[in-house]
């Protein structure tokens, strides 16, 4: 059996206080996971095959739920959501203009 890396290219960086994993799947997107010293996930950033920023998700390490979502689109941040703690559901999300000026703010 051999291992076949032309379209996953896993790695991993240790520091003493957390570590991280980098993924790229077949189609170029490449997934950062930032664990803290316990080995639990606090944070995941994904990017475009062109290298441009896609998303980070930020989670509390021991609920294991997301705390906060940030897409970019084009390379520049679109908006930023927090999420409620019980229900994991977005809570006013922040847009924003290309230029990174707000552009509005979700009410729901």
Do not use: C, V
Not at 32 to 60: C, L, V
Not at 71 to 77: A, I, P, R, S, V
Request: aromatic share 16%.
């Amino acid at each position: 059996m051999t291992n076949n890396h032309k379209h996953h290219a896993p790695a991993e960086r240790t520091t003493p206080n957390n570590k991280t994993t980098t993924h790229i799947d077949s189609l170029g997107f490449k997934t950062i996971t930032e664990y803290n010293a316990n080995k639990r996930k606090i944070k995941e950033t994904w990017y475009r095959s062109d290298g441009s920023p896609y998303y980070i998700k930020e989670f509390n390490p021991i609920t294991k739920k997301r705390t906060k979502y940030t897409e970019y689109k084009n390379g520049t941040l679109y908006y930023i959501a927090y999420h409620h703690p019980q229900s994991d559901n977005f809570t006013i999300p922040t847009y924003y203009w290309s230029d990174n000026t707000l552009n509005h703010i979700k009410d729901y």
